[in-house]
């Protein structure tokens, strides 16, 4: 079973505040992805990477960047956040793109009060 | 870009009949459809997927149809237990780099 991990599970900062949340999958994927979930919208894509210093936009970037640092580490940066990023953020990873199995991490909660 | 509706956003059950969730998408060029299911505070994790050189797939409870005329998509579950309430997801890729998925279709299985 693929595992992905994610670092905070449960942050909360103030508008205009600082965010990095850290996805680390130790299955040498080659795809990794950030959503975000709300209520009523499934997952929205924010971003995607298919290799260490690469990075593609997803459908929902407006104030998120993205880091893809190694094949197992991706990032997501919210430099000046704000309550709309409110939501709860899953990190997933696939070997070969969409036609394969995506694998999520536990998901963060963000709080932007 | 493609979209994908999943038409119940609550399907209510009781314990040993079946559901259905049905999920439309808009692009043609379509050809994966997997779906995922998220049970309660906790992750997704993959159930089942299709492809779109065949309109069925089983496995076990499961069942996936394909209708590509329709662009239509359907999970079927069979002799539903408690365990399967959740949240599924389907979602549609052509074959690119990313996945779209739909809003989510909360399943309510009562005993």
């Known amino acids: 079973e693929a595992a992905v991990t994610q670092s905070p599970r449960n942050k909360v900062t103030v508008t205009g505040g600082n965010v990095t949340l850290s996805c680390r999958q130790t299955?040498?994927?080659?795809?990794m992805y950030w959503y975000r979930q709300d209520t009523g919208h499934g997952l929205r894509l924010i971003h995607y990477?298919?290799?260490?210093?690469n990075l593609q936009i997803g459908d929902v970037p407006d104030g998120y960047k993205a880091t893809r640092t190694t094949q197992e580490d991706f990032f997501l940066l919210l430099e000046l956040a704000s309550p709309s990023q409110t939501s709860l953020y899953f990190c997933?990873?696939?070997?070969w793109g969409s036609g394969d199995t995506q694998y999520f991490g536990p998901g963060t909660r963000l709080l932007v009060l | 870009g493609e979209k994908v509706e999943q038409h119940e956003s609550t399907l209510s059950v009781r314990e040993g009949d079946s559901a259905v969730i049905n999920c439309t998408y808009t692009?043609?060029?379509?050809?994966?459809f997997p779906w995922y299911k998220q049970e309660a505070g906790k992750s997704l994790h993959f159930v089942i997927d299709?492809?779109?050189?065949?309109d069925r797939k089983q496995s076990q409870r499961l069942t996936v149809l394909l209708d590509k005329k329709a662009k239509r998509f359907s999970l079927h579950i069979t002799a539903t237990q408690p365990e399967d309430s959740a949240i599924y997801f389907c979602?549609?890729?052509?074959?690119?780099?990313?996945?779209?998925f739909g809003s989510g279709t909360r399943l309510l299985v009562s005993p």
């Open positions: 997933a990873s696939s070997d």
């Open positions: 692009d043609t060029a379509s050809s994966y």
């Open positions: 299709i492809r779109s050189n065949v």
């Open positions: 979602a549609a890729s052509t074959g690119g780099y990313k996945v779209v």
């Open positions: 299955n040498s994927h080659n795809y």
């Open positions: 990477s298919y290799g260490a210093g």
